[in-house]
């Protein structure tokens, strides 16, 4: 479950950050994770998510290959019904979920082992992206 703030430029601008969004990829591809959406971007569709990974300058950084990969593997959003750990969680329940993780640069109350949290001036570094893998192991 993932809070795309985490890949954006730390300039406050909506651009993604092709190092952060490559440091997704690799735990995608080690992890074979699917990705749920619960930040903001999730108000819009599946399809503008997806058309947001194909902008100008970020489809030059990782291969086409992982590019498809990254964007086959969003397979949701969270409703917005409450906190962001209550929507989290009924997501997670909903869906009969057993291991996740969920990503983000606020401090949420969920388990250690279901979070990993992200400074929100660096987004999903790499040492983020390990931890993110640990969990999924």
Do not use: M
Request: hydrophobic share 35%; charged share 20%.
């Amino acid at each position: 479950v993932l809070n795309t703030d985490n890949f954006r430029d730390t300039n406050g601008s909506e651009t993604l950050n092709s190092y952060l969004v490559h440091n997704l990829i690799r735990v995608v591809n080690v992890t074979g994770c699917k990705i749920v959406i619960s930040s903001d971007w999730r108000f819009g569709s599946i399809t503008a998510i997806h058309n947001a990974l194909k902008c100008p300058g970020f489809c030059d950084s990782p291969t086409e290959q992982e590019h498809q990969t990254l964007i086959s593997s969003i397979v949701g959003v969270t409703l917005d019904f409450g906190s962001r750990e209550s929507e989290i969680k009924e997501w997670v329940k909903h869906n009969c979920i057993k291991q996740w993780v969920a990503v983000d640069d606020l401090e949420l109350d969920l388990p250690f082992e279901h979070f990993v949290h992200t400074d929100p001036t660096v987004g999903l570094s790499e040492q983020c992206a390990i931890e993110f893998i640990k969990r999924l192991s």
